[in-house]
Each structure stands twice: as structure tokens, then as C-alpha cells.
């Protein structure tokens, strides 16, 4: 069947139209949905990888965070872990010292010289105190109300004002219960504990010298004082033999003298333990270890006579009183052995008193005795004596025609009195104390044997005494010699000597001619109670046992007394009766220190001396310094009656037999 045909217009494009519109239409409906159902797919991918990367972030950061804190902990375990160990071990260890007791000092007789009591000093951390009283004020505070009722500044100031109060409690009560208890030998003064309390230091001793029982007291009473162990040294017998002893520090040094020479000997170990505390400081049971006891110090037995002693530093002091001395010294010696039997000077500290008041006065805790060296004056003329008699270069009776004075080198040296031309006995020449006759005579040794017994002597060089600070005195070495020298050195002048080295020559003398080392130790007894051995005193041969026995037959004529006056000696008052005497006054000149030239008015006047005579047993050398001239001031007026003094006393109390009398006068002078 033909379809018909439309004139001009297709009947079906309208319909194709509205198909194809209808078709376009959907398929943008369709487009859309597949836009709409495609963004939140594109989302959901987006977000999933940004917490991907997120969590790989996070993962990396903790495990380098892992990584740092493994190895700072094993930095700390391997590397610090030992010293942060020993710093908390120390933290909470203490060590605690037990003190060793000093050794005790006795005379030769074991009677106390010096011993250690136990006492206690009571001390405080200043501002650890402070700090924990600050705690105690804030707790009063509250427990009142105050606290709360002010802040700020206002509380802060209440605060310091209750500590300042507290401290002025300590500073007043605290001297008060010691006094009540006369419980110190130490002063106590309020001001100066508050002054201490006060101040920034993390340690200090209030008062010292407490009794044990007060010092425990106080301590349980008043919060952050410390009840310390503290050994006081004990001189029983004040400033005597003090210039020997010598004293400790407040920390129990050996500080002069025997102390000080002889501090290891003395003072001993201490002990030790160590324990573990907890926090608040206490110590925790059970945990004492590594203990070590104390070794207490050994005690030592000096040579000295304390009775000796004694009397010859009352008698050292009277006569410095009596003749206007500045100051004087004596030392005694055992003839056999050496041993020094007192040693005593003036002016001596008395260490249980006020020492800053002693000082104040001029006294001091040096030894002169062996340590401020001295022109001796005609008193070395023994030395010159010996040389003579020793060589056979004299007699004790040749007669020497000795002028009124003599010309060496240039130098003129005149006698003490004006003569003419005089006929003295070699004796005489010593007994009338003779610089010109000296001078003859040690012309005939010349330089260099005069030097060489200068050094047997032991002059220019220290003894060697167990003892500190101890001067070599001074004598020119022979090479320096000038034409003067020899013109001074035999007559005492131009050299210096001590008073110990003085005591050493004569001691030489009265020992058959053998010089023993003076010691001051006679034996030492550690804490277990063996003897400690000490060094042998060395010996020298200074001359021959006959030239000494001779020597000392004419220097008995130095205490001769002729009522004539023709035969005395310079130093009669020596004298002992019953007992025969030798020894040798001497007068040295000092130099002036405003002309550098030698004084006409101060003088050394010494003696030395031998007793008794006939059976040498002590040596007593005597120095006093500047005596009033005139009164009691020449050597044979102010020394030589000290001599006689002192060795009365000592042959009376030792029940020494008497001597024989002698036979005859000594010559001194020829008619």
C-alpha cells in the first residue's frame, strides 16, 4: 500500500522532534546523575588517603619518639648510670669520724704536762636554721589564725620577725643555762652567738668547751644545735715549762713547741664508719660498715723535772724583775746524758688564761731558749781555754805578762777594768775574765784551729733537740774572715749563740770532753703500750777527758773570792757552800740599731756553770737581756747568783754529796 504524501510538510517531523527532545532530555538527566553519583566517590578516596598519610606521619613521629627514649635511656643506664649511682649513694651515706684521743705529755717523773679531756662544742648551720625556723614560723601562724588574716608582704614580714625572735631566744638562754651550770671554760657572750646565728655561713661553733651533760641538753632543747664531739687540752700547770710544750689549734694541730714538733706522734689516727640515712637525716639501723677504730696518740715522757722546771722559771722571772732585764732564760742539763732538766724563759704564755690579753702584755709562746741566738760575751772564752790546754799550748799556772790592751789587725780590744802591764796566770786569764790575755792565747791556736773547735763545739749549727724553730746561732765562715774578725770571735764577740748551745758547750766540758746531743724526749709509749724507739743522741770528741777534768780545776776560779780581792773571780757569787763550782761569767756588748755600731749601755750578761766541781752532774746556762748596769748588772752581779740559786736548790734536793774542800787558792794573779 502506497503511504500517502503530505502536501509540502512531513506529518511525522513533529513527532521525531518531540522523540529526540525527549531522548536529549534524558540523557542529560542521565548525565547528571552519573556527575551527582561520581563527586562523593572522588571525596570518600580523598579523605581515606589523607588519613593514610596522616597515620604514617603519626607512626614516624612515635617511632623516632620510641627511638630518642631508648636511647636516653640507654645513655643513662650505660653512660651516667654509674655516677648518678655513686651521687645517690652518696646522698644517702654518711661517713662519721671518730676522734682520736691526743696523747697525754709528762715530765720525766710522769707527772702531767699536758692531757686531752673530752668536752663538747656546740654548733649550728646558721642558715639551715633559719630556714627550718622559717617552716616552725609559719606553722605558729596558722595554728593562731594570722596566716590567713594577712598575705603578701605583710605575712612575709611577720614571718622574719618570728625567726629574729627565735634567734634572740637562742642567743640569750643558751649562755644562760651554761652559766648557771658554770658548764664552759670558754667565755659566753650573747651577742656573739647571735652575730654567729645570723650570719650566711652553713657552719659555726657557738660556744666551745661545753660540759658533755649541758652541751646534750641543749641540744634536745633547741631545734638545729649540734652537741659536737670536742677533746680540750688540758696545761694543768699554766704558763710553766709552756715555752717547751707549746699548744694546740682549735682544730687539734700541733700549733708550737712539743706539739708542733712532735704532732704525729701525738695525735694518733682517727676512726671511721659509714652508715646509710634516710630523708630526714636519721640514721637507719642495721647499715654501720667499713669501720675503722681510732688509734689513740702515743704519749710522750719528756726529760724536764717539773719541780725543776718550776722553780727555775719563778727564779728566771724574779731575776728579770730584780735587775730590770727585759727578759731572761735558763736551761739545765744532765752532765751524762744530755737530757734537758728545765728550759725555762720568761714571758711565757699560760695557755688556760687569756692569751689575746698575755700577747697584749708582750709575752709570747716562743722558746728563746733555742731559738733568739745571742753575743755571748767572755762566757765562749771556754772554748778558746780548751784549744790551749788541748794542743799544750799553755799551763794552768804559766804566767802571761797581759797588758791593758792589744792590737789586731788594726783593731784595739782593751779589758773591762784599766791596767798597766800584769802578770796573770793562764787560770787567772779566765778567772778574771781577761779579753786581752784571751787574745794572747788564741793567738798561739790561730784562725783555723780556733775555727775548727768552733765547729766541734757545735757553734753555728742547731743541736738537733726534738724541738721546733730552733736557731744555728751564727758564726762567719772562716773564708769571710776580716782582719778584726779574730780579734772579736774568742772574747764571745762577732758570733751568736743560744742559750741551749751555751748549756751544750759546758756540758762537753763536764763530760770528760764529750759533747751529747741535748734531748728532750726521754721515751715514747704508744696507745697499745709499747715503747716507741727514739734516736740515739750523737756523741762528738770534742777534747780529751784530761784537758776537760783540767779546764774545769780553773774555771773554778771564776767563783773564787779573795778577801784581798787580788785572787777573785768575776763571779763569786756563784759560790756554793760545800760544793766546788766551775764556770765563766760573760758581758756582751749589743749592737745599737740607730748607729749599727756597739752599745756602751746594753749589754747580754750570762753565766754558765758546772756543778758540782769535783763530780760534774748538771750544767746551768743563764741569759738575761739587758739588765739596769750598775744594779745587779754586770755578769758576776746578776747572773752568777741566779747559777748559785738554782744549783743549791737542785744538789740539795737530790741529796748529792758534798764535795772536798779545796786545797789551797787558785792563782790568779802572779806576785
Do not use: C
Amino acid at each position: 500500500m502506497t503511504r500517502p504524501q503530505s502536501h509540502g510538510r512531513d506529518p511525522y517531523a513533529a513527532r521525531r522532534r518531540r522523540q529526540d527532545s525527549l531522548r536529549t532530555q534524558r540523557a542529560d538527566e542521565l548525565g547528571l546523575k552519573k556527575r551527582v553519583n561520581a563527586e562523593p566517590q572522588k571525596s570518600k578516596e580523598g579523605q581515606k588517603a589523607l588519613n593514610n598519610r596522616r597515620l604514617k606521619i603519626a607512626g614516624t613521629l612515635i617511632i623516632a619518639i620510641v627511638t630518642v627514649l631508648i636511647g636516653r635511656l640507654a645513655l643513662v643506664q650505660l653512660w651516667w648510670g654509674p655516677g648518678l649511682s655513686d651521687l645517690a649513694a652518696q646522698q644517702r651515706t654518711r661517713v662519721y669520724v671518730d676522734a682520736a684521743r691526743r696523747g697525754e705529755i709528762l715530765d720525766r717523773n710522769g707527772q702531767q704536762l699536758a692531757y686531752t679531756m673530752q668536752s663538747r662544742s656546740l654548733t649550728v648551720s646558721p642558715t639551715l636554721l633559719r630556714s627550718e625556723l622559717r617552716h616552725v614560723a609559719e606553722i605558729e601562724m596558722r595554728n593562731s589564725g594570722e596566716f590567713y588574716q594577712v598575705s603578701g608582704q605583710a605575712r612575709e614580714s611577720r614571718i622574719t620577725d618570728l625567726v629574729s625572735d627565735y634567734l634572740k631566744d637562742y642567743s640569750e638562754e643558751i649562755p644562760k643555762i651554761i652559766d648557771d651550770a658554770s658548764a664552759s671554760t670558754s667565755e659566753v657572750n650573747s651577742e656573739d652567738i647571735l652575730k654567729k646565728l645570723e650570719s650566711d655561713s652553713s657552719y659555726e661553733v657557738l660556744v666551745r668547751n661545753v660540759d658533755p651533760d649541758i652541751a646534750q641538753q641543749i641540744a634536745q632543747e633547741y631545734h638545729g644545735v649540734a652537741a659536737d664531739l670536742q677533746n680540750i687540752r688540758q696545761y694543768p700547770n699554766g704558763a710553766i715549762a709552756e715555752n717547751v710544750l707549746g699548744k694546740i689549734s682549735y682544730d687539734g694541730q700541733g700549733q708550737f713547741g712539743f706539739e708542733a714538733s712532735n704532732d704525729a706522734l701525738l695525735s694518733g689516727i682517727d676512726g671511721r664508719s659509714t652508715v646509710d640515712v634516710s630523708t630526714n637525716g636519721q640514721v637507719i639501723p642495721g647499715t654501720t660498715r667499713d669501720t675503722v677504730p681510732a688509734t689513740n696518740g702515743a704519749t710522750a715522757r719528756l726529760t724536764l723535772d717539773l719541780d725543776l722546771q718550776t722553780y727555775v722559771q719563778q727564779q728566771i722571772e724574779q731575776a728579770v724583775a730584780n735587775s730590770g732585764a727585759q727578759s731572761g732564760e735558763a736551761v739545765v742539763l744532765d752532765v751524762e746524758t744530755g737530757e734537758v732538766l728545765a728550759m725555762a724563759n720568761s714571758d711565757t704564755i699560760d695557755p688556760m688564761g687569756d692569751i689575746q690579753r698575755q700577747i697584749d702584755q708582750g709575752k709570747d709562746f716562743s722558746n728563746t731558749s733555742i731559738s733568739a741566738p745571742f753575743e755571748p760575751g767572755s762566757v765562749a772564752k771556754i772554748i778558746t781555754a780548751a784549744g790551749v790546754i788541748e794542743d799544750g799550748l799553755s799551763t794552768p799556772d804559766e804566767v802571761i805578762q797581759v797588758p791593758g790592751s792589744i792590737n789586731m789587725s788594726g783593731v784595739t780590744v782593751k779589758d773591762a777594768w784599766d791596767h798597766g802591764v800584769v802578770g796573770y796566770t793562764t787560770t787567772g786569764i779566765f778567772g778574771k775574765s781577761s779579753n786581752v790575755g784571751t787574745l794572747l792565747l788564741a793567738q798561739r791556736l790561730g784562725e783555723q784551729r780556733f775555727n775548727d773547735l768552733l765547729n766541734k763545739f757545735g757553734i753555728g749549727q742547731t743541736t738537733g733537740i726534738e724541738l721546733p724553730s730552733e736557731s744555728q746561732g751564727l758564726v762567719p765562715d772562716i773564708s769571710q774572715w776580716s782582719g778584726g774578725t779574730f780579734a772579736n770571735l774568742p772574747i764571745g764577740q762577732g758570733m751568736s749563740w743560744t742559750t741551749l748551745q751555751m748549756a751544750s758547750v759546758y756540758q762537753a766540758i763536764a763530760n770528760e770532753g764529750v759533747r751529747i746531743q741535748p734531748r728532750i724526749i726521754d721515751r715514747v709509749v704508744d696507745a697499745s703500750g709499747s715503747v716507741i724507739e727514739q734516736p740515739e743522741p750523737t756523741e762528738t770528741k770534742v777534747v780529751s777527758a784530761q784537758t776537760a777534768r783540767t779546764i774545769i780545776d780553773m774555771f773554778r776560779a771564776v767563783a773564787q773570792n779573795d778577801p784581798t780581792g787580788v785572787q777573785s773571780g768575776t763571779g763569786p757569787g756563784a759560790a756554793i757552800d760545800g760544793y766546788q763550782v766551775s764556770g765563766k761569767t760573760g758581758t756582751a756588748q749589743q749592737v745599737d740599731p740607730a748607729t749599727g755600731a756597739y752599745s756602751n749601755s746594753n749589754y747580754w750578761i750570762t753565766f754558765a756553770g758546772i756543778a758540782p766541781a769535783d763530780d760534774p752532774r748538771y750544767v746551768v746556762a743563764i741569759q738575761l737581756d739587758r739588765p739596769v748596769r750598775g744594779v745587779h748588772g754586770e755578769g758576776g752581779q746578776s747572773a752568777a747568783p741566779l747559777f748559785h740559786d738554782i744549783a743549791t736548790w737542785l744538789l740539795n734536793r737530790d741529796n748529792v754529796p758534798l764535795s772536798p774542800p779545796m786545797e789551797g787558792t787558785l792563782v790568779l794573779q802572779a806576785q
